[in-house]
């Protein structure tokens, strides 16, 4: 039986709800492809190559859901085999993740209106840095480095989660102006939510994560013998 804090039910649930236009929009369009009624807007790209972009939306939704379950102290404490599964899986899941969405960025043709040049470039180097940092990760955890395990999952998880905050900044772009933004200016407000991801993780890195290793580290120290502090003082 699993038993999580108040504030950790509550950080779950901020996440889901968060994922959901991009997660449960993309099961949507999985569903579409496979035969199902139409419900969101016609993408080409999806129906000439329909593979990638399956393949994209299922790890994603892997990476995003499951991923945020890793990042409750509950399930670490008490569950720990449970994390170390869900940890393999989504490891596995990013990389399939990052490595469809630099196919498709790569391979499928879009217009100006929808990609740009900055913003190829930061998806190639980003895809790129999620995988980088998911072995980051596996390696800092095989070496009982916790800190670095944690803040390259985090990071990965923050370029993981670009979709989702994309939304969110598209959506109050529309609320705000009254239209969707297109071309170059669309570019700099999807670069902008990875940036934004980006930035928060480096600040729950500094402020939470890395407090919580080094008070857990300093605690672990044998004592210090009181002769030891006789002779030293």
Same mark, same amino acid.
Not at 33 to 58: D, F, K, M, S
Not at 118 to 131: C, D, S
């Given at each position: 039986?699993? =038993? ?17 236009? #991009?997660?449960? $929009? $993309?099961?949507?369009? %999985?569903?579409?492809?496979? @035969? ?5 807007? %016609? ?6 190559? #329909?593979? #990638? ?12 859901? &499951? $991923? ?5 102290? =509950? ?20 990389? &399939? =993740?990052?490595?469809? @969405? ?28 999620? /995988?980088?940092?998911?072995?980051? !990760? ?11 395990? @944690? ?6 998880? !923050? /370029? ?17 102006? $009254? =239209? ?5 200016? *669309? ?12 930035? %928060?993780?480096?600040?729950? /890195? ?23 502090? *006789?002779?030293?003082?």
């Amino acid at each position: 039986m699993i =038993s999580l804090q108040k504030t950790e039910w509550a950080v779950l649930g901020l996440i889901l709800v968060y994922s959901f236009i #991009p997660a449960f $929009g $993309g099961l949507i369009r %999985v569903l579409e492809l496979a @035969g199902g009624p139409q419900i969101a807007p %016609v993408n080409p790209r999806a129906l000439l190559a #329909p593979t #990638p972009i399956i393949v994209h939306i299922l790890s994603s939704f892997l990476f995003c859901i &499951v $991923g945020a379950v890793q990042f409750l102290p =509950s399930i670490r404490r008490q569950h720990p085999t449970t994390h170390r599964i869900n940890g393999r899986v989504i490891a596995v899941a990013g990389c &399939v =993740s990052a490595l469809s @969405g630099l196919w498709m960025t790569h391979f499928y043709v879009f217009s100006e209106a929808l990609q740009g040049p900055a913003l190829y470039w930061v998806r190639i180097v980003l895809g790129t840095a999620m /995988i980088g940092l998911i072995f980051c !990760a596996v390696v800092a955890i095989r070496a009982r480095d916790i800190f670095q395990h @944690g803040a390259s999952m985090l990071r990965a998880y !923050a /370029i993981g989660q670009g979709a989702s905050t994309q939304a969110v900044v598209g959506i109050a772009w529309i609320i705000t102006v $009254g =239209s969707e933004a297109m071309g170059p200016l *669309r570019d700099g407000l999807m670069i902008f939510a990875w940036v934004l991801n980006l930035l %928060v993780a480096e600040i729950l /890195i500094r402020s939470m994560l890395r407090p919580a290793i080094g008070l857990r580290s300093s605690s672990s120290l044998p004592p210090t013998p009181r002769s030891t502090l *006789r002779r030293e003082t």
